[in-house]
């Protein structure tokens, strides 16, 4: 994509604060976080994910950072296993 479509995207967005939503969503939820610099998601933020998600878990993977599909593929892979052997 060209640069000024980027640019485009970026004037023409908005932030979204959602946070009082999430309590409508009735579904379980598993929250995946890097825990080392470069995360994204930070623990606070994550924290509150799971106050404001009634069915929710927070996984917090210890040796990745944002990138937990490249960092942790195992352990990611056997996180999301055993949590949809639940639902």
Not at 7 to 20: A, P, T
Not at 63 to 69: L, P, Y
Not at 70 to 83: G, H, M, R, T, Y
Request: charged share 25%; with cysteine.
């Amino acid at each position: 994509m060209q640069r000024h479509v980027f640019e485009g995207i970026q004037r023409d967005s908005k932030e979204l604060v959602f946070w009082e939503q999430l309590s409508r969503l009735a579904v379980p939820v598993l929250i995946i976080r890097g825990a080392q610099k470069g995360a994204l998601l930070s623990e606070e933020h994550a924290n509150m994910y799971v106050e404001k998600l009634a069915d929710s878990a927070c996984l917090t993977l210890k040796n990745s950072n944002h990138n937990i599909f490249d960092d942790e593929p195992n352990e990611l892979l056997q996180a999301v296993k055993s949590f949809l052997k639940k639902v």
